[in-house]
């Protein structure tokens, strides 16, 4: 069983950035591949990014590619996320998720994630 508490989010103009990060609990985080989903009002929930067991691989949606950054610090059982850059439309509420699947292509999928935690609320302003 793995807990999931997401932190770090708020409010934030256009342009600025912000640093979420999901804390998880247990000793086998480096045995899950972590993701970053979104969802906003009226909206399914989407796909952000994903890193796998060993952080030497990372995924992103294209929306986000070049402003968003993934990470993960497994001696701290945390991933992260680093927005910059941000956009009206990436106000959402954000979720991090733990999956076992080995299956790369399994990462964008969040039927396929095992734990995920209640979120944070991201805003960004015009």
């Known amino acids: 069983q793995v807990q999931l508490v997401e932190s770090g989010g708020g409010l934030v103009q256009a342009g600025g950035s912000l640093r979420v990060s999901c804390a998880a609990s247990?000793?086998?985080?480096?045995?899950?591949?972590m993701g970053w989903f979104r969802q906003a009002p009226g909206k399914e929930r989407d796909f952000v990014a994903a890193?796998?067991?060993?952080?030497?691989?990372?995924y992103y949606t294209d929306s986000v590619k070049g402003r968003f950054t993934i990470s993960r610090d497994n001696a701290k059982n945390t991933v992260y996320l680093q927005m910059k850059s941000l956009k009206p439309e990436d106000t959402a509420r954000y979720y991090c998720?733990?999956?076992?699947?080995?299956?790369?292509?399994?990462?964008?999928?969040?039927?396929?994630?095992?734990?995920w935690g209640q979120g944070t609320q991201v805003t960004v302003s015009t």
């Open positions: 998720a733990a999956g076992s699947s080995r299956a790369s292509w399994n990462l964008v999928i969040g039927a396929k994630y095992d734990y």
């Open positions: 247990g000793r086998t985080f480096s045995s899950y591949s």
């Open positions: 890193i796998t067991r060993s952080g030497g691989s990372t």
